[in-house]
Each structure stands twice: as C-alpha cells, then as structure tokens.
C-alpha cells in the first residue's frame, strides 16, 4: 500500500513539472459553443418616464400622488403589459414602501396583478368600487380591483391600516375617474 501511495505522489510531482501547451488566440474562441441563457428572461423592464411607459402600455399607469408622502423610486413594465411603480416614504415614516399596478385585462389576460395569490381576501367596497384587500403582516397590506377593462392592484409596507385605507380610497376613486372603458 506505502509502493502505491508513493508511486501516486511521484506521477502528481512529475505531472506538475511538465510544460503546459497555450492554444494560439482565437482557436479556443471559435470551438467554444455561444454562452447559454439559463432560465427565463427578465419580464422586468425599467423606464425612466411615465411617457415612455405610457407609449409601451397604450394608457396612463396608475400613480400614487406626492401628496401621498411617497416619492416614485423604481418604475418597470412586466411581460409588456402590467405597469410596476414603486415608492418611498418621505414623511410621517421614511421606511415605508409602497407600490401599485395596472394593466389592461384583455391584454395582461388576468384581472388579479397584485403577484400575491395564497392570501385570504376580504372582499370591501370603496367609493363605488368592490375591491379585495389582504392584511399580509401587521403593518403590511395588499389590494387589488379592476374598473372597466382595467385591472390595479396596491401594496405597502410599514404603514398603518387606516393610512393604507386613506391612500388605497384616493387611488381607487382616480381610477373611477381617469380609466373608462
């Protein structure tokens, strides 16, 4: 066993003595096979504007108002369809986080974007709207609704219920307004 242990550590030194060999520039490169995607692309896409979201979407994304006390931090589209706009907290509570959405139905082919689908709902009205709303945490909260052939949903973290409700009321009663069929 100590002649085949010894005849092993012998064969690695010399292996690591021998010169290794370089392939020229360029050979490697035309063997090797074009890099592979693994798994899906990203249905995110990010814009700088609600004009060029607008110009993607065919209609003005849902917004929450400054006057909210949110700021607009991220804005993307996903798969296309469904408008994605997220917010901050600049009063009352900096670490709050809000976001909403919408789409229109008959092209994001649902009328639930809220991307939380094993929640219990509470069905609720809201101005002249019947809604679903979620409580996902104690100061976590979700909604969605759909008016003619739009389709929205609300969230926001670290908020209280009733400052949700304020918030989730003016969104609602802007839809009512500004999405017709």
């Known amino acids: 066993m100590k002649k085949f242990l010894l005849t092993l550590l012998a064969a690695a030194a010399l292996l690591t003595a021998l010169p ?11 063997s090797e096979p074009e890099a592979l ?19 993607v979407l065919g209609f003005d994304p849902l917004f929450v108002p400054r006057s909210a006390g949110y700021e607009c931090t991220k804005m993307y589209i996903i798969g296309g369809t469904i408008a994605d706009i997220r917010f901050t907290g600049i009063k009352d509570n900096a670490r709050s986080t809000c ?15 809220s991307g939380y689908y094993s929640v ?3 069905d609720v009205h809201i101005s ?4 679903h709303l979620a409580q996902l945490d104690y100061d976590s909260f979700v909604a969605n609704w759909t008016h003619g052939k ?16 304020e918030i ?3 969104l609602v009663q ?8």
């Open 99 to 113: 976001g909403v959405r919408s789409g229109r139905i008959d092209i994001a082919g649902m009328d639930d974007i």
């Open 20 to 30: 290794v060999y370089a392939a020229p520039k360029g050979a490697a490169a035309a």
């Open 174 to 181: 802007t839809t009512e307004r500004n999405y017709k069929d």
């Open 120 to 122: 219990p709902w509470e």
């Open 150 to 165: 739009y389709a929205f949903a609300f969230n926001a973290n670290a908020i209280s219920s009733d400052r949700f409700r």
């Open 37 to 55: 995607t693994v798994g899906m692309p990203n249905p995110y896409v990010a814009y700088e504007t609600l004009p060029e979201m607008k110009a």
């Open 168 to 170: 989730l009321t003016q």
């Open 128 to 131: 002249q709207t019947d809604l």
